[in-house]
């Protein structure tokens, strides 16, 4: 693949409030993950091991962490004297009955895209956790019948929520509709639906010439919505994906994928296949193990502090966990402290919580607690400030 082949578009700005009080600070992009990993590194590592150079990146309105995070994109390999990533300021929620601020939307596209000077681009969505070969998917789309082509990826119906997107396949394998799975009728003999992964390839100058004509509209129209008109209307290629795949849309699936990495074949897949995941580095000491800690079947960054118990869970950087403490089936964001004697059990911490002495914290598979950033914890009573209790 040559370097002017394609280009990448990804958009930061997806409904985040079934992940709040995690996406209360930071967009889903810049989720931590994995015990050192952000939600973006993915879709960003997909582009580098495709040799992708142009990237255009439109910022949700809390922007800091991604740009803390991403910076020049060295990461990446998008630090290029020419192309790179180029942001774009958030105007996910300006008022668009003003000519002005619609315009604005998509002149950045438009900008964007013919600047870019490729042949094809990719539209990956921020919200995905997956190890795709653009490379690959890109020779299916030059052999494929349709200008467009869309992801899915099989999963069990029993995963799934009825509101999600899902593919109408052809038996020809060509996409006539982008549905909700409660409208698809599972394989009778896997029991699965060919769920959408927001993810789209086709011709630089057939997205121009839609966005172009998005902007002529009386009714204005996102970019996710123009690429879903466009499956129905052009029979969209069906490329399946068979890889690990996670979408983040609630605090539940948040917390499963984090637990689908302490299975090795998952991890390695996901992480260490042929195309490796590239994230931020910390130069940091390793994790100390006191004589006394008892550590199974877990992930620990970095930097940590470990005297007590920690099983099947997910430890990220410079977290602590006092003697005595034990902590079970968690997630622990950076620089988060566990006292001595505390019990957890299904629970998520965000980034810098500091949870208290003898303390029984549980939560359940089904609806961990979560307690926000910073927040400190001194009692196990429900009406704790800084917990959130999910519904």
Same mark, same amino acid.
């Given at each position: 693949?040559?370097?002017?082949?394609?280009?990448?578009?990804?958009?930061?700005?997806?409904?985040?409030?079934?992940?709040?009080?995690?996406?209360?600070?930071?967009?889903?992009?810049?989720?931590?993950?994995?015990?050192?990993?952000?939600?973006?590194?993915?879709?960003?590592?997909?582009?580098?091991?495709?040799?992708?150079?142009?990237?255009?990146?439109?910022?949700?309105?809390?922007?800091?962490?991604?740009?803390?995070?991403?910076?020049?994109?060295?990461?990446?390999?998008?630090?290029?004297?020419?192309?790179?990533?180029?942001?774009?300021?958030?105007?996910?929620?300006?008022? #668009?009955?003003?000519?002005?601020?619609?315009?604005? #939307?998509?002149?950045?596209?438009?900008?964007?895209?013919?600047?870019?000077?490729?042949? %094809?681009?990719?539209?990956?969505?921020?919200?995905?956790?997956?190890?795709?070969?653009?490379?690959?998917?890109?020779?299916?789309?030059?052999?494929?019948?349709?200008?467009?082509?869309?992801? #899915?990826?099989?999963?069990?119906?029993?995963?799934?929520?009825?509101?999600?997107?899902?593919?109408?396949?052809?038996?020809?394998?060509?996409?006539?509709?982008?549905?909700? /799975?409660?409208?698809?009728?599972?394989? /009778?003999?896997?029991?699965?639906?060919?769920?959408?992964?927001?993810?789209?390839?086709?011709?630089?100058?057939?997205?121009?010439?839609?966005?172009?004509?998005?902007?002529?509209?009386?009714? %204005?129209?996102?970019?996710?919505?123009?690429?879903?008109?466009?499956?129905?209307?052009?029979?969209?290629?069906?490329?399946?994906?068979?890889?690990?795949?996670?979408?983040?849309?609630?605090?539940?699936?948040?917390?499963?994928?984090?637990?689908?990495?302490?299975?090795?074949?998952?991890?390695?897949?996901?992480?260490?296949?042929?195309?490796?995941?590239?994230?931020?580095?910390?130069?940091?000491?390793?994790?100390?193990?006191?004589?006394?800690?008892?550590?199974?079947?877990?992930?620990?960054?970095?930097?940590?502090?470990?005297?007590?118990?920690?099983?099947?869970?997910?430890?990220?950087?410079?977290?602590?966990?006092?003697?005595?403490?034990?902590?079970?089936?968690?997630?622990?964001?950076?620089?988060?402290?566990?006292?001595?004697?505390?019990?957890?059990?299904?629970?998520?911490?965000?980034?810098?919580?500091?949870?208290?002495?003898?303390?029984?914290?549980?939560?359940?598979?089904?609806?961990?607690?979560?307690?926000?950033?910073?927040?400190?914890?001194?009692?196990?009573?429900?009406?704790?400030?800084?917990?959130?209790?999910?519904?």
């Amino acid at each position: 693949m040559r370097q002017s082949d394609i280009c990448a578009i990804i958009d930061l700005n997806v409904p985040s409030e079934a992940l709040e009080p995690l996406t209360q600070y930071r967009p889903i992009g810049t989720l931590p993950f994995a015990g050192r990993y952000r939600l973006i590194d993915f879709p960003l590592s997909d582009i580098a091991n495709a040799g992708i150079r142009d990237v255009g990146m439109y910022m949700p309105a809390s922007s800091r962490s991604v740009q803390d995070h991403v910076r020049s994109g060295s990461t990446w390999n998008l630090d290029t004297i020419t192309g790179g990533i180029f942001t774009f300021p958030y105007v996910a929620t300006k008022n #668009y009955n003003n000519p002005l601020n619609r315009q604005r #939307y998509y002149d950045d596209y438009l900008t964007f895209l013919k600047k870019s000077n490729t042949r %094809f681009t990719v539209i990956i969505s921020a919200r995905n956790i997956e190890n795709i070969n653009l490379q690959e998917v890109l020779q299916f789309h030059l052999e494929g019948n349709a200008p467009i082509t869309t992801l #899915y990826k099989r999963q069990l119906a029993s995963g799934t929520t009825p509101d999600e997107d899902a593919l109408k396949i052809s038996a020809a394998g060509e996409v006539s509709n982008i549905v909700t /799975a409660g409208d698809l009728t599972p394989d /009778a003999k896997t029991h699965t639906l060919p769920m959408a992964m927001g993810v789209y390839m086709l011709r630089t100058s057939l997205l121009i010439e839609m966005v172009q004509n998005a902007s002529e509209q009386e009714d %204005f129209i996102r970019l996710p919505k123009i690429l879903e008109e466009a499956v129905s209307v052009y029979n969209a290629n069906a490329y399946e994906y068979t890889g690990f795949y996670a979408n983040i849309n609630s605090i539940k699936r948040y917390f499963d994928a984090n637990m689908a990495m302490l299975e090795e074949a998952n991890y390695q897949a996901l992480l260490y296949s042929q195309r490796h995941i590239f994230t931020k580095n910390k130069n940091e000491v390793p994790t100390f193990f006191s004589d006394a800690s008892e550590v199974n079947n877990s992930l620990l960054g970095t930097g940590g502090w470990i005297e007590g118990k920690v099983n099947e869970s997910v430890i990220f950087r410079r977290s602590r966990i006092a003697k005595g403490a034990e902590i079970d089936h968690s997630v622990l964001m950076q620089g988060c402290k566990v006292g001595e004697n505390t019990k957890l059990r299904y629970v998520i911490l965000d980034k810098g919580v500091v949870v208290g002495p003898n303390l029984t914290l549980e939560g359940t598979p089904e609806e961990p607690l979560v307690y926000s950033k910073n927040a400190i914890v001194e009692t196990d009573a429900k009406t704790e400030e800084g917990r959130v209790e999910l519904q």
